[in-house]
Structures are given as C-alpha cells and as structure tokens.
C-alpha cells in the first residue's frame, strides 16, 4: 500500500463549486504539505503543517484553506473554485530522519490530483 | 525569499552525460536538493548536498559550489528511463520549508 495517498486522482468541477482534496499518510510524519503543480512553473506551496496544531501558509495560499484533522489527514478546500486553480495538486509528508535535523528532511509525495475548473 | 534557476528543456541520446545547472539565491542556505518526476507522477527525492563538492549515487552525481551558490545535476550512462523532469530545491532559512526550481524536462532518445 502507498505510504501517501490523495483522494480524488481526478475531479472535474465548475466556477463556485466548493472542492476538498484529501491526503492521508501512513508514514507516521508530522510535517505534512499541499503543493500545487503549473507547466514551467514547478511546485509550489500553498501551505504546511508541521503538527496537528500548526499551520501556515505557503507563497500561494490566497483562495485556499486547510484542515489537518490528525497527524495522518491534511485536506486542501477551494472555497469558491475558478478556472485558474485548474492544476495538479500534491500532498507531501516529511521527517527530519536519521540525521534528526529538519534541515536535511526528505519529502515523500503523493500520487497527486488532476483537477480541472471549468 | 527564494530564487532558482535551472535551463527548461535538454534533450540527449541513450548513453549520453547530461548535466542540468542550477543557481540560486536565498537569503539562508541549508543545502541542495534534487528531485525526479517522472511524467505526471510524484516527485522522487533523488539527492542532497549539503557540503560543496560531489556526491555519487549510481549513474546520478549531485555537484555543489556554495560560494558560488551553483549546483548540478549530473546523469550518466543515460537510459531511456531518465526521460523524466528534475526539480532542484533549497531550503527555507526560518522553518526549512522547501522552494522548488521550475525544473528541467529531460529527454532521452534511442
């Protein structure tokens, strides 16, 4: 079974419709964090928690918001989805490892999800 | 905040040495790391440095110069299978977050 999973692989909705996207990890890490995906733009955070308690918020997080409901379960809502939040979105989890430091910490990245705003 | 550079596109033959730059500046450094995505799929870590100099994986070397906060990737022996995007990243001084470059599509060609 996948250590990061993100439900759904694809959705397809319309302008105003409110979306969640949903990511679970069976890693046991605490840092958890929702990118987003454009053509020759790379990735880009939108926003991360590094416990169930904290939260914050990435260089993209302006018409998004996030629960992390438990150290397993961090979901990414559209409000009001629009055309240009049509993107591939990533959920990623990491851990500071054996080196203890997080300054070394590895991201383990979900499958991703191919949304579409119409 | 963050800044990386990395060319778009490279294109070589099966066998060949392909080597992607990249530069940066950040206003803290906590090392270099680099990242596969194969297409449509999840970025894989691939390497880190952290010290300049070079560090050898198999037919993938990560090279890195912090004076000149420059840094490479470098795929040897390429196979087919390297065909695939790489993302180079630095991180954040306050919390460590990651920044990604726009990442360098690869193509391999028999």
């Known amino acids: 079974d996948a250590d990061v999973t993100q439900t759904p692989r694809n959705r397809i909705t319309k302008t105003g419709k409110r979306i969640m996207l949903e990511c679970s990890q069976t890693k046991g890490h605490d840092r958890m964090y929702w990118y987003r995906q454009d053509p020759g733009l790379g990735l880009r955070l939108i926003y991360y928690?590094?416990?169930?308690?904290?939260?914050n918020k990435g260089e993209i997080s302006d018409g998004y918001s996030v629960s992390r409901q438990a150290q397993a379960k961090f979901s990414l809502s559209l409000e009001s989805a629009i055309p240009n939040q049509t993107a591939l979105y990533f959920c990623?989890?990491?851990?500071?490892?054996?080196?203890?430091?997080?300054?070394?910490?590895?991201?383990?990245f979900g499958p991703g999800t191919r949304l579409t705003v119409l | 905040g963050q800044s990386l550079e990395q060319p778009s596109e490279v294109t070589a033959v099966e066998g060949a040495i392909v080597q992607i730059n990249c530069t940066y500046q950040?206003?803290?450094?906590?090392?270099l790391s680099w990242y596969q995505q194969h297409d449509g799929g999840a970025p894989t870590f691939l390497s880190y440095?952290?010290?300049?100099g070079l560090e050898e994986t198999g037919r993938f070397s990560s090279f890195l110069s912090r004076s000149d906060s420059y840094g490479y990737l470098l795929l040897q022996e390429l196979q087919m299978k390297d065909s695939a995007s790489y993302f180079c990243?630095?991180?954040?001084?306050?919390?460590?977050?990651?920044?990604f470059g726009a990442g360098t599509t690869v193509t391999v060609r028999a």
């Open positions: 990623a989890t990491s851990d500071p490892g054996t080196s203890g430091s997080w300054a070394t910490d590895t991201q383990y």
């Open positions: 928690s590094f416990d169930v308690k904290d939260i």
């Open positions: 440095n952290a010290l300049d």
């Open positions: 950040t206003s803290g450094f906590y090392g």
């Open positions: 990243a630095v991180r954040d001084h306050g919390d460590y977050k990651l920044s």
